[in-house]
């Protein structure tokens, strides 16, 4: 068989088998749709993988798949990229400060004036991102980002200033 038609069949046994392995999903993660579609993505780009090998045994092959790319740090980076962060069950404040409100959008309208790398990077800063972190994992150069960041400060302190 040609890889092609590895590919075909594997992808009908996927259709087949999408919503059971969702269920599946779900215990791992609470991105269960993503987890499949990462982990479908990595087994058919993963160099090495035998498709018509994989066709012997699907279900369980997919599973150990899922679980490791939920688990582990490691591979296809699932994990590292879906972090789930804590939510509050509580309710949030209420804002009564209504000049705060729109000082916050009026950045927010602001910042969207900016160019979109020059807008991404001011949000990740606001959020409180480590932009030496995001730069490694990104895969560029740091200096970059502080480029764009003080690039978007000097916008916005003009746009606040007239």
Known sequence: M?????RQI???????????????????HRENRDLVHHTYLRIVTLQ??????????????FKRAMFREATHDKGGGFKKHY????????DLPYEYDLSKALRAENFQLAVDRLSWFDGTVMMLYCDGYN??????????????????LSRSRSKLIKHFNK
């Open 10 to 28: 594997f992808d009908k046994w996927l259709a087949d088998n999408y919503s059971k392995l969702c269920t599946y999903a779900e215990r791992l």
């Open 48 to 61: 090495g993988v035998d498709l018509s090998k994989v066709m012997i045994n699907p279900l369980p092959y």
């Open 131 to 148: 932009l030496t972190k995001v730069a490694r994992e990104a895969g560029i150069k740091e200096q970059v980002l502080h480029t764009s």
């Open 2 to 6: 040609r890889k092609s038609d590895d």
């Open 83 to 90: 972090e789930i962060y804590e939510t509050f069950d509580k």
